[in-house]
């Protein structure tokens, strides 16, 4: 393991994240760390030697570690920050068709029979 890697973040942040080799994208370096951080649920970051995540987008949800969104799959729909794909489904008597729903407005109604 690389001597960088053990620094504490807080130390001098821009040049420890300039030194570190570019770690995985799905990762942070929050202040006061000794290295690269997960993401948490809910957040993510496709950028590397960075020192936040940011807000998982809405019509996406984001796993621990996440580095690219995922659309939230037909049937549910994805606030921001979203942690699951299951989360928030479509109420019974409606559908949602496609991925990436927003809102459980963009959930529609069954037709009748």
């Not at 053990?6 to 000794?34: A, F, R, V």
């Not at 949800?61 to 799959?73: F, K």
Request: proline share 11%.
């Amino acid at each position: 393991m690389s001597s960088i890697l053990t620094l504490n973040c807080s130390i001098d942040q821009g040049l420890l994240l300039s030194k570190i080799s570019p770690y995985n994208t799905g990762s942070y370096c929050p202040t006061g760390s000794s290295g690269p951080t997960p993401c948490p649920a809910g957040k993510y970051t496709n950028a590397t030697r960075t020192v936040t995540c940011l807000d998982c987008p809405i019509g996406h949800y984001c796993v621990l570690g996440t580095s690219d969104p995922v659309p939230c799959p037909e049937g549910f729909w994805c606030p921001v920050s979203s942690t699951a794909a299951n989360l928030h489904p479509c109420a019974i008597g409606t559908f949602l068709n496609t991925t990436g729903g927003q809102k459980a407005a963009d959930c529609l109604s069954c037709s009748p029979g």
